[in-house]
């Protein structure tokens, strides 16, 4: 397993313009929880896939192979790069067969904390091909211990099919009293939900996940991503508030103090926290399902690696955790609509019981309705979820800004690239500008379910 904790670059590492790295997708088996042996397919054969890293301002190149029985692709989440490095099957570039190679060259952009995982329309985030990618900003803080957290979730692969026909049995696990379960009522059939396995932290469950080691003193950076193919989880450190400075790897107007983070299937958030006395304690996600009491790994203090840690009950009652709302500063009197020339509205629908299709006005991809922009538009997009699921919705290749929620405007808008519509009606507005490379940049649901389904469109330039 590739470590976790990311030491501090070398000099000698910003001395070269340019990174190279290999990455080959592999069949391989690991076994994350006992009694669970998964047949996966990894980057460079682990799960996560290795953490890539440059500074800003530095170009990377990756060359591809793909040694795996399926058609695979890189994306590289969060970056605004030329439309042909996207990695989106079928819009910016075909398929890497079995035995094919593809090379990757950009100028990783904006900074912060990203990451990379396959887009061919054929599981392989479920199956395994996805990591972290941290392009350090120079402007941040400096943080004396620094630690990648993937949470991801081993699916059984027999239930990812009734999923998609909306027939599955699989139950929620949200935890008790978080905003999804509070939504449901007792004779509700979900029919989308995956049945996992495992849910995992870097590769594996507790207590064989991987612990981070710190001192009383140190002033401590997670750099943490859900790469769920399909749910949101609570994360919190037993007995520290975590501090949030960046979503989705770009900097908060006002970093602020929560008890637990919400992370949105593909989010991403750098939280910190300071170690003020020795101690042992559990990274957590949350949940009401069994097997996520081992979703967990151990921080502790020289000293204390075998004791007993902290840990904080698996519930939400009363628990101070974040939304864009407090994290945007509370609500402001409208949205600042100036400069607007193109607007869409875009319905998310579907998901009925038995049925196939998640929708975006009424459509599947690719007959959904598509935005046309030209260089310099500036884009407002309104969602409105009809649907009883929240929806991550992602759009590849810009970083746009979070205004609207609920109807209500925020007070301080958030940049991110994926961002969570409320289900039951809820809504959301994203401003973009339109100035991003030419070609086909893709907007869906980033729940694998959903976006297979056909909750997908996409954002052309003409
Ligand atoms: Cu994280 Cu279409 O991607
Ligand atoms: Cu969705």
Redesign the pocket.
């Given at each position: 397993m590739s470590a976790f904790a990311l030491a501090p670059l070398p000099e000698r590492a910003f001395a070269s313009d340019m990174v190279s790295y290999r990455l080959v997708a592999m069949p391989m088996r690991y076994s994350p929880a006992p009694g669970v042996v998964v047949n996966a397919i990894g980057y460079n054969g682990s799960v996560p896939g290795p953490v890539l890293r440059v500074a800003h301002g530095q170009r990377v190149h990756v060359e591809y192979v793909n040694r795996s029985s399926i058609v695979t692709a890189v994306?590289w989440?969060g970056m605004v790069l030329p439309n042909a490095m996207d990695g989106?099957v079928g819009v910016t570039q075909a398929a890497v067969p079995r035995g094919g190679r593809f090379v990757y060259a950009f100028k990783p952009d904006p900074p912060g904390t990203r990451w990379y995982?396959d887009?061919a329309g054929d599981m392989g985030i479920l199956r395994g091909l996805f990591g972290l990618f941290v392009v350090e900003d120079p402007r941040d803080e400096r943080a004396d211990v620094e630690c990648a957290v993937v949470f991801h979730d081993v699916p059984d692969f027999s239930s990812v099919q009734a999923a998609m026909m909306g027939t599955s049995r699989a139950p929620m696990i949200d935890p008790m009293d978080s905003p999804e379960m509070r939504a449901m009522k007792p004779s509700d059939k979900m029919g989308d939900e995956v049945r996992y396995l495992a849910h995992c932290i870097n590769g594996a469950t507790y207590p064989n996940t991987k612990s981070l080691k710190v001192k009383v003193g140190d002033r401590v950076r997670l750099r943490v991503l859900n790469a769920s193919g399909t749910q949101t989880r609570y994360v919190r450190l037993a007995g520290h508030q975590l501090r949030v400075t960046h979503v989705d790897g770009n900097p908060v107007p006002v970093p602020m103090e929560f008890e637990a983070l919400r992370i949105g299937v593909?989010e991403r958030y750098d939280a910190w926290f300071d170690v003020r006395r020795p101690g042992a304690w559990l990274l957590q996600g949350l949940s009401s399902d069994p097997l996520a009491f081992q979703q967990a790994m151990v921080v502790y203090t020289p000293g204390m690696e075998k004791a007993a840690p902290l840990s904080a009950p698996q519930s939400l009652e009363g628990v101070d955790y974040l939304t864009y709302e407090k994290l945007g500063g509370g609500f402001a009197a409208a949205v600042d609509e100036r400069g607007i020339t193109i607007r869409k509205a875009f319905t998310l629908g579907g998901g009925a019981w038995d049925s196939p299709r998640w929708t975006l006005n009424g459509a599947t991809w690719p007959n959904t309705p598509k935005i046309a922009v030209r260089r310099g538009d500036r884009v407002l997009v309104h969602f409105k979820n009809t649907t009883d699921m929240d929806h991550p919705m992602?759009l590849?290749g810009h970083v746009f800004r979070v205004v609207e929620i609920d109807g209500n405007a925020l007070a301080r808008p958030l940049d991110k690239d994926t961002s969570l519509v409320r289900s039951n009606g809820g809504t959301l507005t994203w401003i973009f500008d339109a100035d991003s490379a030419a070609g086909r940049w893709?907007l869906?649901c980033?729940n694998e379910i959903h976006m297979m389904d056909g909750m997908m469109t996409e954002v052309d330039y003409v």
């Open positions: 994306h989440h989106a995982h887009h593909a992602h590849h893709l869906h980033h």
